[in-house]
């Protein structure tokens, strides 16, 4: 069964700074979806990034960016420039792809992390 | 606008009492999903469905039992057997099975359930 990590529950960084939230993640599957998902204190999920394993180019969207090293099965955001707004709950997530024959389609989060910005 | 409603935002439970809690998508998703989400915990699969007429047990479906008569609609009812039921429970839904490159999951507003 595939399992996401996210051993730091929690993370501060200062305002305009920049920070990195880890995750690991265990399969035996070649073909699959990473996600990090935001949850700001009104609890709707919000997509930030999304990274494909056959892509070796890493996912960017706009201040925020992963690090996707698939050999060490490893996936962490990075958030440049910091903003208040930031501050949320951030959940890496898990699946693979509909394309893969027989695929389950369930998606496996990680217990998340909780990041406070600075100001 | 097209999206995913839940419904009650908030919702209490007697001691013995079965509720409902109803999730609406009007995206024309193929799969929908239940996922509990309790402090610490991340978010839990609790049951999915990839069609209509069809659902599978996710990982914590003790307790708790659902529906898919229609396309557009998942209703998951949290049973007297389910001992701790209170906990926020997110819906969500994505494109199945198919020629799409879009499988980003939509989630719902979620529902809080806390028991009396």
């Known amino acids: 069964a595939q399992t996401v990590t996210q051993s730091q529950p929690e993370m501060s960084v200062q305002e305009a700074e920049t920070v990195t939230l880890s995750c690991t993640y265990d399969?035996?599957?070649?073909?699959?979806?990473l996600f990090w998902y935001k949850q700001p204190p009104s609890r709707q999920m919000i997509l930030v990034i999304r990274?494909?394993?056959?892509?070796?180019q890493n996912a960017t969207e706009n201040r925020f960016s992963v690090n996707f090293q698939k050999a060490a099965k490893s996936f962490s955001l990075k958030i440049s420039d910091s903003q208040l707004g930031d501050a949320a709950m951030y959940f890496c997530?898990?699946?693979?792809?509909?394309?893969?024959?027989?695929?389950?389609?369930?998606?496996?989060f990680g217990k998340g992390i909780t990041l406070s910005v600075r100001p | 606008d097209g999206g995913i409603t839940q419904s009650p935002k908030y919702l209490f439970r007697k001691e013995g009492q079965n509720v409902t809690l109803s999730c609406e998508q009007n995206?024309?998703?193929?799969?929908m999903y239940w996922y509990r989400q309790d402090p610490g915990q991340g978010l839990r699969l609790i049951y999915y469905?990839?069609?209509?007429?069809?659902?599978q047990k996710g990982d914590i479906a003790e307790g708790y039992s659902v529906s898919r008569e229609k396309k557009e609609s998942f209703p998951l009812t949290v049973t007297s057997a389910q001992k701790n039921p209170t906990a926020f429970y997110l819906c969500?839904?994505?494109f199945g099975r198919g020629p799409t490159t879009n499988e980003k999951l939509f989630f719902g507003s979620g529902t809080q359930l806390s028991v009396l």
């Open positions: 399969t035996s599957e070649s073909d699959y979806y």
């Open positions: 990274q494909e394993a056959y892509k070796q």
């Open positions: 969500a839904s994505t």
């Open positions: 469905s990839q069609i209509v007429n069809d659902f």
């Open positions: 997530a898990y699946r693979q792809p509909f394309r893969v024959q027989g695929a389950n389609s369930k998606l496996t």
């Open positions: 995206l024309n998703h193929d799969a």
